[in-house]
């Protein structure tokens, strides 16, 4: 079974950066592992994911489109950690941050993970 342990939240201000990592104990580069926030009052949205392909080593990321050109997700083998690089942060994306594993299936959906951290906690200040 995958565990996921999210750290680097934090408060910024607006236009600010923030690194946030998962620790992924478990994970044999398949599937997908995937970024969620949810913010105040709001439902859990999908963020992004990085998809593995152990056969070929490739891997691709895919992101929601509120976060397209200002996000980007990477995978780091050695350790094996996930980490969510944030730039351009807005307002708009203070929320709890988590991290989720799928073991397949369709990874923009929050019903095909199967494991989740439990969250780290990013605030963005006007």
């Known amino acids: 079974q995958v565990q996921l342990v999210e750290s680097g939240g934090g408060s910024v201000q607006a236009g600010g950066s923030l690194r946030l990592s998962c620790a992924a104990s478990?994970?044999?580069?398949?599937?997908?592992l995937g970024w969620f926030r949810q913010g105040p009052g709001k439902e859990r949205e999908w963020v992004g994911n990085?998809?593995?392909?152990?056969?070929?080593?490739?891997?691709?990321?895919f992101y929601a489109d509120s976060v397209k050109g200002r996000f980007t997700i990477s995978q780091d083998n050695a350790k094996p950690t996930v980490y969510l690089q944030m730039n351009s942060l807005k307002p708009q994306d203070t929320a709890m941050y988590y991290c989720?594993?799928?073991?397949?299936?369709?990874?923009?959906?929050?019903?095909?993970?199967?494991?989740w951290g439990q969250g780290t906690q990013v605030t963005v200040s006007s």
């Open positions: 990085i998809n593995s392909h152990p056969g070929s080593g490739s891997r691709h990321t």
């Open positions: 478990g994970y044999t580069n398949r599937g997908c």
């Open positions: 989720a594993y799928s073991s397949g299936g369709e990874c923009y959906r929050e019903v095909a993970y199967e494991s």
